[in-house]
């Protein structure tokens, strides 16, 4: 039987040795974040055992620092000294804190790499393929052509890309924290949030950066609770040096997701990591976002982006005509710019089609062949939903005139139809409460959030209201 006591002394004794070797050979951040939280559990004959928080940091240890805790172990236990790892899962229930991850273990080309759990009495179920250092790397998700090279400035969106630009230049140094940018669909959020991401990458190597997606943050996630890993899930985002969620409006109504982020935002803005959000509306329109959460948003930077204006877009089918380096007439350029004024995304799919038009019929880019395909073009953008065309459809449906709906009444042949056109005014366009509420017979926010609830109410309870 071994000593229980004796051999957890001896691992302390000797992982604290390991350590000074360690702490010579990293920063001391490094050092801090990822060695002051191991700890040394049993030492039996060369085998030492170490306690590691959560499966991420397992991995992120087995990727960046196993040939130097290998070198550290050879040096101070031998060359035939092992590691194995116990992963501290924190479960619900506080007595049962320990892991409760499959048997993993590894045979290994790398002698001293061994991983187990403490539930030996488990099944073996994933031994891994790849022995040794398993290569997981923080994928940043981001894409090259999202460069700040690429992103032409304008009016429209100077504010955002010289915030951008400066978190990008003195990572940690500036005030915007968070950075906020918001606009409609298509006005180069998503390519400037990703920008920072490659600047930064390109300035400090080191970094850890993460772009990802709200939405795919909430399944993250849903994932997470599902599978009782929360923790493993808040200290991934938790150990990134520039966070940036798209979209965020996805978080809407999603409130443990807003709890979870809300304390990932909090602990990495006090450490002074960067946290980059987009959203394709200010902060104060989000609905049914929590205010704690709204108010942080409001820390930092807000940025809006707008429509570009002609010379930008202009500008910006340049940047577009460099990079696929093809020789387009000046007037042909014009002539898009003039044409499509809606958004970026637009304007590339347009230049795009011409390109492709081109090439494939071996047609010179002419003002006519550019003419045939904006028409059509233009044709096939769907048409943006206002609050105007909503009032009308609603009004038409219940047999009011537009003037009806703003008299100040209870009646409910009035008071509904209007709620509903709140409803849909808030669902299927960017407008804000207050812009809503002022449409609708001069009501404020509140009132028209009441609305919404009130519909979404209704939804639930009566049958007629379903099929919207
Ligand atoms: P959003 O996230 O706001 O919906 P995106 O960032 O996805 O918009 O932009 C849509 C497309 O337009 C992308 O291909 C992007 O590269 C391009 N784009 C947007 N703004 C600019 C800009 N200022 N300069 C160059 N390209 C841009
Ligand atoms: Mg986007």
Known sequence: MVDVKHSKMQAEVVWTRCLGFIKENVSEKNYETWFTAIKPMELNDSKLLIQVPSMFFYEYIEEHYIDLIKKAMELIIGKNAVLNYLIEVENSSKENNKIKLPNISVNTKNPAVNVTSNTHHSKSINPFVIPGIKKIQIDSHLNPNYSFDNFAEGECNRLARNAAYAIAERL??????????????????????????????????????????ADRFISQYTEAVRENRQNDFVHFYQVVDVLIIDDIQFLSGKEKTQETFFHIFNHLHQLQKQLVITSDRAPVDLPDMMERLISRFKWGLQADITPPDYETRKKILQKKIEIEGIAIPDEVVSYIAQSITTSVRELEGALISIMAQSSINKKEITVELAKQIVDKFARNINREITIDMIQKIVCEYFNLKPEELKAKTRRREIVQPRQIIMYFAKKYTKSSLQAIGAMCGGKDHSTVLHACRNVEDLKQTDKRFRIY
């Open 172 to 213: 940690g140094q500036t005030a915007f924290n968070p950075l906020f940018t918001y606009g409609g669909v298509g006005l180069g959020k998503t390519h400037l949030a990703q920008a920072i991401g490659i600047e930064v990458k390109k300035r400090y190597p080191d970094k850890i950066v993460l772009y990802v997606q």
